[in-house]
């Protein structure tokens, strides 16, 4: 991270041109890592263009930074049995595309489907038409009818994965946006699929 030019204090903004997916996994590395003055910038680099802000083709060269990342810790994960274990108790949302979720495409891990108790709640439906977060109020209400208690105590109520945890830290993101806390399973269906002893649901059925 020194060659990162991020200092220690000092607020970060994290933004890219793809709805906010790879962004929000930098703020939330970020924030794992102790590091809680971060923010997404809304509608990134497509928002920043369309309001006609200055934009360079310019390459700086690293700055000199001091921050240094804390142990690891800073936001909630899961593992495989915790996922197991809230599938079946409270909500797990599955971030990924609804056709992946239901094992009609699988375009990248061994096996097709989902997590047995899983919720299907793709990561696009937290975005509008122009590619920002939906308001709060309408994030609470999309969350509160997947099940999640929004707004929520301090505590997990609810846990994300997608297919390599990129779009399920969007997901934690949006949680909190509506006033939930959410866990990420890093490994997600990349890491749940690739053991043949896991259990695996298909269709539009939790499973």
Known sequence: MRRSGLRAGQFAVCYDDAGGVVAARLWWLLRYFGHEQVALLDGGYRAWQAA???????????????WRPAAPGGMPVLDAADVARLARTGVLLDARAAERYRGEVEPVDPQAGHIPGAVSAPTTENLGADGRFLAPAELSRRFAAL???V????????????GSGVNAAHQVLALELAGARAA?????WSAWSADPNRPVATGA???
């Open 205 to 207: 059925d939790r499973g």
């Open 184 to 188: 990420l399973y890093v490994g997600s």
């Open 151 to 162: 707004p929520g105590p301090r505590a997990p109520q609810a846990g994300a994965y997608c």
């Open 52 to 66: 006609g802000l200055a934009v360079t083709t310019e390459v700086p060269g690293p700055a000199p930074g001091n």
């Open 147 to 149: 099940g999640v208690a």
